[in-house]
Nanobody
Framework: QLQLVESGGGSVQPGGSLRLSCAAS????????IGWFRQAPGKEREWVSC????????DYAESVEGRFTISRDNARKTVALEMSSLKPEDTGIYYC??????????????????????WGRGTQVTVSS
């Protein structure tokens, strides 16, 4: 499976912006779709976004649509999540993840944690005044 490392988390004020990055290594990470999840204190892990291996398709949760943008740079083997107009409810630990190796690994799987096999350790995002 892939090894994933998130970075870029921090503390920002409501309305601010933040850019998260997910660095991937292992067997051909450019061949895997990459998703982002977040988990707020006391809540279940929530699917946020996903991008296909080629970057040709992307998808977002309704709660972040229009505010977050996912992209990837396969030459650098990184996936970014650009977040703007941040709200307090965006606070949480953000994880990047990849689906299991299979013929469908290049495509975004179901919007749930059980559909992913490789996970980073997360990076904290705090939105408060």
């Amino acid at each position: 499976q892939l090894q994933l490392v998130e970075s870029g988390g921090g503390s920002v004020q409501p309305g601010g912006s933040l850019r998260l990055s997910c660095a991937a290594s292992g067997p051909r990470p450019e061949h895997f779709a990459i998703g982002w999840f977040r988990q707020a204190p006391g809540k279940e892990r929530e699917w946020v976004s996903c991008i296909s291996a080629t970057g040709g398709t992307d998808d977002y949760a309704e709660s972040v649509e229009g505010r977050f943008t996912i992209s990837r740079d396969n030459a650098r083997k990184t996936v970014a999540l650009e977040m703007s107009s941040l709200k307090p409810e965006d606070t949480g630990i953000y994880y990047c993840a990849a689906p299991p190796a299979s013929w469908l690994q290049a495509n975004c799987p179901a919007r749930e944690a059980s559909a992913y096999a490789s996970w980073g350790r997360g990076t904290q995002v705090t939105v408060s005044s």
